[in-house]
Nanobody, 115 residues
């Protein structure tokens, strides 16, 4: 199982980024998936999740209305569109199953929001 996150970078407050997570090694299409983020020294937190059908999504309160999670089961890719970014969104972002049982984490992608 491998998760390869990409799309992070340095952006000014109010800017946008689109993260991608390429998945391999398991049946991506049958699992609910999620994006998580972690600030150094803090616990990794759930940002957004999407059901295996893509019909239902959930978001952490701090990102509601600004982030959109989506998936492409053909390419086995999970996406996170992030708009109106704030300095407090700065973190390393990871994807994984939305489940108590998770696979080994990928390297994540760093998002830094700063002026």
């Amino acid at each position: 199982v491998q998760f390869v996150e990409s799309g992070g970078g340095l952006v000014q407050p109010g800017g946008s980024l689109r993260l991608s997570c390429a998945v391999s090694g398991f049946a991506f299409g049958v699992y609910d998936m999620a994006w998580y983020r972690q600030v150094s020294g803090q616990v990794r937190e759930l940002v957004a999740s999407i059901t295996r059908s893509g019909a239902s999504t959930t978001y952490a309160d701090p990102v509601k209305g600004r982030f959109t999670i989506s998936r492409d089961d053909v390419s086995k890719t999970l996406y996170l569109q992030m708009n109106s970014l704030k300095t407090e969104d700065t973190a390393v972002y990871y994807c994984n199953r939305h489940s108590q049982v998770k696979y080994t984490w990928g390297q994540g992608t760093q998002v830094t929001v700063a002026s």
